[in-house]
């Protein structure tokens, strides 16, 4: 996984260094705390230091500049001249995080009161003193028009770190989607107008490559399947998947066949998630292929490259954005509402994202795929019980944006169709839920990941500079 650059920097005022004994000694020590987690959260992380003077500010801007960060903490260890801090922050075009975070939740007021030395209280009060700056330094941002954003509270608390390294995980989601390559195989499902993307939107909004990929070359890799390289991947089906009985030996071997192909594709040129649809004339050989995919495209899905039907190019990167965040990411569209049970109903004939499945996925044939020609293998399964969080890359008529929304994926009757189905519960309640979320104008696709990770996202819109809605 590409891993972002996380920048740290801390500021003081050297006045008081020479004023109190100590004090920079225990503020670095504070500091060095803070990178010490970082590196625990799986940073890579950049410390410039404590900066206190406008010198030291254009240093460590420089600094952090040639090291190429993709995101700044700035850590208040006690006030400090917004002069030693907007040097750096000019210097840098980044998201910029604001750390107010004190030692300790409360001064001990009682020893604080006993030092008898005005002086020595001085300096314990210092070090507790991270708030004075803050609304400095935002009033100066406020005026440069530098972005930012203020974690607040103390070192020893959770939420603390916890926010922290949701910055960390969404600066490393952007890095990962700044260096995918996502492939497009084939073409749009004809007449799906909200499938339909802008490319260069795409490529602008999240920095990734596409690449477009051609039908004749997964012939190609499908032609030169040795018997030997197709047991092989049978065996992957057998380990991965519930085989149901019902599945016809020819299915299978032609479904392994296909998934190879989908593998050297991938590999031959790197792609890390792809959107895919064809259709071709009756009894074609690409016909054949696209007929045969779902079983590969979830393997693929399950191994880090998300695969979208129906050629969703958003939805493969709210797909990607999802397994980045290592909560899965599973295809879905709308399928049915349950009003007694108020209730959502969501799921696809797959890829799924066979990491959080509730209970075993199985591979189940289908007379006819819906909508689709031919027949095949598809697969049958239900998204984790459990809390869940539903993204989706949204186009405008001016921008990209994301969608996302909290809920719950609940037990109950699905429907047995070779398909991947599930029941969503959401805290506003189902029809309240279909209102807003479709109001905002999304494709009828939706990538589903397990956990409660709206906080997250909406980091990862402030880093990449996109609008996010959230629906619940």
Request: aromatic fraction near 8%.
């Amino acid at each position: 996984m590409n891993k972002a650059k996380i920048g740290l920097f801390g500021i003081g005022l050297d006045t008081y260094w020479d004023q109190f004994e100590g004090l920079l000694d225990r503020l670095n020590g504070y500091q060095k705390q803070i990178a010490e987690k970082m590196q625990e959260f799986g940073a890579d992380v950049v410390d410039a230091g404590l900066v206190d003077s406008p010198e030291k500010a254009r240093e460590a801007g420089n600094f952090l500049k040639t090291s190429d960060v993709d995101i700044v903490f700035l850590y208040v260890s006690t006030y400090a001249l917004s002069s030693t801090v907007l040097p750096v922050a000019q210097k840098l075009k980044c998201p910029i995080i604001i750390l107010n975070i004190q030692p300790v939740a409360a001064i001990d007021y009682e020893n604080f009161n006993k030092l008898g030395d005005r002086g020595k209280m001085t300096g314990e009060w210092l070090a507790h003193c991270q708030a004075c700056s803050v609304p400095e330094l935002a009033n100066v941002f406020n005026r440069a028009g530098i972005g930012y954003e203020f974690v607040t509270g103390y070192l020893g608390e959770q939420a603390v770190w916890d926010d922290i390294q949701g910055w960390i995980d969404a600066a490393n989601v952007a890095a990962v989607m700044r260096n995918n390559r996502l492939g497009v195989l084939g073409h749009y499902y004809c007449g799906m107008l909200d499938v339909y993307t802008d490319l260069t939107k795409q490529a602008a909004a999240f920095g990734t490559h596409i690449e477009l990929v051609e039908m004749c070359e997964v012939k190609k890799f499908r032609d030169a399947v040795t018997d030997t390289e197709m047991e092989e991947k049978i065996k992957e089906f057998h380990s991965t998947f519930e085989v149901v009985e019902a599945c016809e030996q020819d299915e299978i071997e032609r479904a392994a066949r296909t998934s190879i192909a989908l593998d050297k594709l991938v590999e031959a040129h790197q792609l890390g998630s792809m959107a895919y649809y064809y259709e071709g004339e009756s009894g074609n050989d690409y016909e054949n292929i696209v007929t045969s995919v779902i079983a590969g495209n979830t393997l693929l899905t399950g191994r880090n490259v998300p695969v979208a039907g129906e050629c969703e190019v958003k939805n493969a990167q709210a797909m990607k954005i999802m397994d980045s965040f290592g909560v899965g990411g599973s295809f879905s569209e709308f399928y049915a509402m349950d009003f007694n049970d108020d209730i959502v109903m969501l799921g696809h004939d797959g890829p799924a994202h066979v990491a959080i499945a509730e209970g075993n996925v199985q591979l189940v044939p289908l007379p006819i795929y819906h909508g689709k020609p031919g027949k095949g293998l598809s697969i049958q399964m239900t998204v984790k019980h459990g809390p869940v969080t539903i993204l989706s890359v949204v186009e405008d008529r001016e921008k990209v944006f994301l969608l996302v929304a909290e809920g719950e994926s609940v037990k109950g009757p699905v429907l047995q169709i070779g398909n991947t189905n599930s029941r969503y519960r959401f805290p506003i309640g189902a029809k309240e839920f279909m209102n807003q979320w479709s109001k905002q104008g999304p494709a009828h696709h939706c990538a589903i990941g397990v956990g409660h990770i709206a906080d997250k996202i909406e980091k990862l819109g402030h880093i990449l500079g996109l609008d996010v809605v959230r629906v619940c």
